[in-house]
């Protein structure tokens, strides 16, 4: 059980640009959520998939935002057309859901920091 | 809606001293109620969780119990230890665990 990988751990960039992070969860999970966390402040939701269905997005979410899963293993999030406002720490966490042994449990990820200069 | 709050920090405590965090929820339904934890440098990673009303979560000495009536979830420690220094997070799951509420955090500093 390696955890659930993060790539990458920094990431600079200038204001309007596109950045794209990746997320590897624990291999067997069939849950992998997405949360932004700024100083101070706890993680807050920005989306979920199950296997490779995105269920729900949050409203915080725009539409320069997107994520996808495509095989229901990894996941990435892409950022188009960065502002200031996205800089944080943008945290990945997966859990398994439903059937047998099934719990409730996040694991997350050391997250990406991301500073929009 | 759902919604946690928890007590503003940070919260410097000696070791060997009694610790307690407060935290209140507001949630539709019959939620799980969690603890997490973030040591310096880490991921968050569960302390404990409860999921019903009455039920105690404990771990590693922590213990919380799980309030319907006064909707609270507060975090109890008898004796701090300088490795308890860390950010804790109280959270909320509705009851089909397709999200999970987050509070603001609580830093807590022990000095030996």
């Known amino acids: 059980d390696t955890g659930v990988s993060q790539d990458p751990r920094h990431k600079i960039t200038k204001r309007g640009q596109n950045v794209t992070f990746r997320c590897d969860p624990i291999?067997?999970?069939?849950?992998l959520y997405w949360y932004r966390q700024t100083l101070g402040q706890g993680p807050e939701f920005l989306t979920y998939?199950?296997?490779?269905?995105?269920?729900?997005k949050s409203r915080l979410l725009s539409d320069r935002f997107s994520a996808e899963r495509p095989k229901g293993s990894f996941s990435t999030l892409e950022i188009q057309r960065t502002e200031q406002g996205d800089s944080a720490m943008y945290l990945c966490a997966s859990s398994l859901a439903g059937g047998a042994g099934a719990n409730e449990k996040l694991f997350f990820g050391s997250g990406t920091q991301l500073s929009v200069l | 809606g759902n919604s946690v709050t928890q007590m503003e920090g940070p919260v410097t405590l000696s070791e060997e001293a009694f610790l307690t965090i407060n935290c209140t929820y507001t949630a539709t339904g019959y939620p799980s109620l969690f603890w997490y934890v973030q040591y310096p440098g880490e991921g968050l990673q569960l302390l404990l969780k409860a999921t019903k009303a009455d039920d105690k979560g404990s771990n590693k000495g922590f213990e919380a119990t799980y309030r319907k009536e006064t909707t609270s979830f507060h975090l109890e420690k008898g004796s701090v230890q300088v490795s308890d220094s860390a950010v804790y997070f109280c959270a909320l799951s509705p009851y089909n665990f397709n999200k999970f509420y987050f509070g603001s955090g609580t830093k807590l500093n022990v000095k030996p």
């Open positions: 291999s067997e999970h069939n849950r």
């Open positions: 998939f199950q296997n490779e269905a995105q269920l729900e």
